[in-house]
Nanobody, 114 residues
Framework: QVQLVESGGGLVQPGGSLILSCRAS????????IAWHRQAPGKERELVAS????????NYADSVKGRFTIARDNAKNTVYLQMNSLKPEDTAVYYC???????WGKGTQVTVSS
């Protein structure tokens, strides 16, 4: 099973930006869809964004549309989540996932606070 390791989280002020990275232990090219999920304290886990193998199709949660951008580099086995105009309600643990293999990383904490 492919292992996923997220990085790039941290503390940022409202309106700030962060770039999350997800590095896979093996090739991600064979997996069509890769996604980012998040879970805030006391809330259910939610899908934030997903991307297909070629990068042609991307889907976003309504709450992040226009602010977040998902991308993938199959040659580097890495998926990214660019997060701009961050809001306090974006505070959560962010997970990289490969739905087809039920693979989840351990997550990276993002805290948006002044």
């Amino acid at each position: 099973q492919v292992q996923l390791v997220e990085s790039g989280g941290g503390l940022v002020q409202p309106g700030g930006s962060l770039i999350l990275s997800c590095r896979a232990s093996g090739s991600i090219f064979s997996f069509n869809v890769i996604a980012w999920h998040r879970q805030a304290p006391g809330k259910e886990r939610e899908l934030v964004a997903s991307i297909t193998r070629s990068g042609t199709l991307k889907n976003y949660a309504d709450s992040v549309k226009g602010r977040f951008t998902i991308a993938r580099d199959n040659a580097k086995n890495t998926v990214y989540l660019q997060m701009n105009s961050l809001k306090p309600e974006d505070t959560a643990v962010y997970y990289c996932t490969i739905p087809a293999s039920s693979s989840w990383g351990k997550g990276t904490q993002v805290t948006v606070s002044s």
